[in-house]
């Protein structure tokens, strides 16, 4: 690594030395090729340009007149436009003198900002009987004038177009954009560049008027039958007489109902503010895009009350916790849109200013400009993070504001997006969940925040702006934001629908295998439910999500039905019976693997957990002993394979499946196999149900760290917990596949579905209660959670684990992402 780092900076020096050497060196007294003067001029922006005279520069740059000179002064190259050293700038005549120009005062001086700077140049322009005006003329060369009038900056088309796409895709303010082009000129003094920061906003303002207008003429034809024509429009969203039929008729069972279906989303931000300032009367929006017609709001508004209803959601408290102070020097709080869920393009004026907080008042008007063209459409499922608490009275708002949808809205279905439904009460999450709803598909609903996430990044700066300047800014962010997705849409939908391919023959491979368990008389039974939610002793239920709390044998309570079998006779020398002694083996076993994962910790060798280790030794150690005598009594022939070992969780015990094969020809080998395997299959069961504990345990603490964890010393506190409860899963992990090597040494088959290998993989949690993770639902989840080890159920107990799913079911609410659709 050093001589490659060496050989390196050699070559740095080399090429260093020679960029110097290239910038600062010149020999003045070379003669041009044109033998009329000495080469002390060149062009650093054309490759490979050598220095010339000025009358060659002149004219080797006539078709690039904003390309910065550097003139050799005797120490350095000093930078100037072509007017230092005599270009002069001639319209109308392709680039010839106009032979009616006759001013007397020769060429007008015009500054002309490009994209590599400002330059001062002077223009002489076309004064035939014919010409168009001074600001026409620049506009056919590329250059669009700052005044009409006589304009003394002008600004070409490439730089508008440039800060256009840039800012829009890094929301980079004007103010910045304007001080680099400033310093580009000089970045020594750019105080003495001009400053065309004023008319440089007022110009693209212009700008992005007209190209938003000439955008409108290509995906609209032009066709101004309302305001908001000028916005990209989500095309695979379904539009009457466009892309499906002009009349058509669904019905709830019809198999092509998701394709007619109109999913919107409804959500607030409060990051797009708006200061109180002193705002320009004069500043009005030069197009109506996304935003609707401030006086169509403002006269909506006043004929409501404007209040903000409370949510009686118990765990969800967005309206209440919007704190009035936080919006008290704010004009605008923020912005409500409605947007396109499945393909998250904002809908045309569909997005409504805020004031003082989440008002239902502008979210009914914001989804009325949605339902614009779809008065009548019969089926539209929206998705709003409060819908549990706005759809309560959405009907009757709309009968007294928008009676011309009334209808529509009454039949929209509401639903509460998947990640904000976790802090939703369980009724909520009944009611409004997307996972419970039919001809949804893999819809979630949180896609609006993503396009929140990019816009917010323009938020510093348009909360400064004028009024109309703002709505003007974010239309264009928002037009640009769905113009990128309608050019990315195809591929998109191509890799999703491979995508949905593979999951779906995941998803229904592990569905068929679950239901062919179940068996036919069950699934016959269960398919005649209805799965919609119901309201009983004033709690919310749902066939389709309600689990039952069940219990599994456990170790313990399969001892204690062995204790009570025929064949567990105590012997008269003996200090337990058959059963329990095998009981005491085993727990001595799964003691030996904790005290050997004590002592390969990281902190073995502190003199804490060596007295700790000490101490468990000797205790175990003595047990063992005690635990020999029982084996000398119902196990004499495996006294012969034990020795002991330096420590006592070495020492192999020697249970019945520890024995060779070829020592099992005993008569006590059957009856100890037999009490061993049942409880073998008792510890794997327990082992699974403490490692699911021990997963979601760590999950909670995950979480509760990143709340709570403040601090050098609280985090690691809660590191040191986290590794010990890493060490707890591992170990619980680790007793189950002992358990199953138990099990196989006894005659349990390698391929046994009631006992599979547990794989690192996994040994993960599915999250089926807590808040899922982006991505979740492609996760068809670890056997850990579904299936594995059942235990010795009764035949009720075996009816209510396959009728109810999952031992891990001690909640109310199921987790259908297993089963998508």
């Known amino acids: 690594m050093s001589a490659h780092l060496s050989q390196f900076l050699k070559k740095f020096d080399t090429l260093s030395t020679h960029v110097v050497a290239t910038e600062g060196s010149i020999d003045t007294n070379e003669i041009c090729p044109c033998n009329n003067g000495h080469r002390t001029t060149r062009c650093n922006e054309c490759f490979d340009f050598q220095p010339v005279c000025d009358a060659c520069f002149i004219t080797t740059h006539a078709s690039n007149p904003f390309h910065f000179a550097e003139r050799w002064n005797g120490l350095f190259f000093d930078k100037l436009s072509q007017a230092g050293i005599g270009r002069i700038i001639h319209l109308g005549h392709t680039g010839e003198p106009c032979p009616s120009n006759t001013l007397p005062n020769g060429p007008l001086h015009l500054d002309v900002v ?15 009987a014919k010409a168009d005006d001074h600001w026409e003329q620049l506009m056919e060369v590329g250059l669009f004038p700052a005044t009409l009038g006589k304009p003394c900056t002008a600004f070409s088309f490439a730089l508008l177009k440039h800060f256009d796409i840039l800012s829009s895709a890094s929301k980079l303010s004007a103010m910045d954009y304007v001080t680099t082009l400033r310093r580009a000129t000089n970045n020594a003094f750019p105080e003495d560049v001009p400053d065309f920061y004023n008319a440089f906003r007022r110009i693209m303002r212009v700008w992005r008027a007209i190209q938003i207008n000439k955008r409108a003429g290509v995906f609209h034809g032009m066709a101004r039958d309302n305001d908001f024509n000028l916005a990209v429009q989500c095309p695979a969203c379904p539009q009457p007489g466009t892309n499906m039929p002009l009349k058509f008729s669904i019905s709830s069972s019809d198999k092509d109902r998701h394709k007619y279906t109109l999913f919107l989303s409804l959500d607030g931000n409060f990051k797009q503010q708006l200061k109180i300032k002193n705002c320009d ?12 017609k401030k006086e169509n709001v403002d006269a909506y508004i006043e004929m409501t009350t404007g209040d903000v209803e409370k949510s009686t959601c118990a765990n969800l408290k967005a309206n209440n916790l919007q704190s009035q102070l936080k919006f008290v020097s704010m004009v605008v709080s923020g912005v409500v849109s409605c947007k396109c869920a499945r393909h998250d393009m904002y809908q045309p004026g569909a997005t409504v200013d805020l004031k003082k907080g989440e008002s239902f008042a502008y979210t009914d008007f914001a989804l009325r400009q949605a339902l614009r063209r779809y008065e009548h459409y019969p089926n539209i499922v929206c998705s709003y993070d409060i819908a549990c608490q706005y759809s309560k009275k959405v009907s009757s708002r709309f009968r007294t504001y928008f009676p011309e949808c009334e209808e529509t809205v009454s039949n929209i279905r509401f639903y509460v997006p998947k990640l904000h439904g976790h802090g939703h009460t369980e009724d909520c999450q009944y009611l409004f969940s997307l996972d419970y709803a039919s001809n949804i598909g893999r819809t979630h609903g949180e896609r609006i925040e993503s396009g929140w996430a990019e816009g917010n990044q323009a938020g510093p700066s348009t909360r400064e702006m004028n009024a109309g300047h703002r709505h003007e800014t974010l239309s264009c962010y928002y037009n640009d934001w769905n113009f990128q997705l309608a050019i990315r849409l195809a591929p998109f939908l191509a890799k999703k629908l491979v995508e949905a391919r593979t999951y779906y023959d995941e998803k229904a491979s592990m569905f068929r295998r679950i239901t062919k368990a179940m068996g036919v008389a069950r699934l016959r039974e269960w398919k005649k439910l209805d799965t919609t939610p119901y309201i009983q002793n004033g709690t919310v239920y749902s066939h389709a999500a309600h689990i039952t709390p069940i219990t599994v044998p456990s170790m313990d309570s399969i001892e204690e039905r062995l204790q009570h079998a025929d064949n567990n006779i105590q012997a008269a020398c003996a200090l337990n019976k058959p059963a329990h002694f095998i009981t005491v083996g085993m727990r001595l076993e799964v003691r030996q693997v904790a005290l050997k994962a004590k002592t390969l ?6 003199q804490r957990v060596t007295t700790e280790i000490a101490v468990e030794r000797q205790k175990i150690r003595a047990e063992i002993d005690t635990w020999r005598k029982d084996q000398s009594v119902y196990m004499p022939d495996s006294l012969d394979l034990a ?10 015990l020697f249970l019945p499946s520890h024995i060779p094969s070829s020592h099992r020809n005993t008569d006590w080998f059957d009856d100890l196999a037999r009490f061993e395997r049942e409880l073998r299959r008792g510890q794997a069961e327990d082992a699974l149900s403490n490692l699911r504990l021990a997963l979601k345990y760590k999950d909670s603490l995950l979480n509760k760290r990143r709340q709570v964890a403040y601090g050098n010393r ?4 809660a590191s040191l917990l986290l590794g010990r409860v890493g060490d707890l899963v591992r170990h619980r992990a680790a007793i189950y596949r002992r358990a199953r090597e138990a099990l196989i040494s006894l005659g349990m088959e390698e391929n046994d579905t009631q006992f599979p290998v547990l794989d690192q993989k996994d040994v993960r949690l599915k999250i089926v209660y807590g808040e899922k993770e982006l991505g979740s639902g492609k996760y068809t989840g670890s056997w850990i959670w579904g299936e594995g080890p059942r235990g010795t159920l009764s035949d009720y107990e075996e009816d209510v684990w396959e009728e109810e799913g999952t031992i891990s079911g001690r909640q109310r609410i199921g987790n259908t992402d297993e089963f998508d659709r």
């Open 114 to 128: 490009t994209l590599n700077g400002v330059h001062g140049c002077e223009v002489m322009y076309c004064e035939c």
């Open 601 to 606: 910790r990281w902190d073995a060798s502190t």
């Open 281 to 292: 009367p004069e500043d009005v929006e030069l197009f109506v895009a996304f935003f609707s």
């Open 714 to 717: 609280n985090r690691t506190r």
């Open 643 to 652: 020795t002991e070992a330096r420590y006592p969780e070495d020492e192999r």
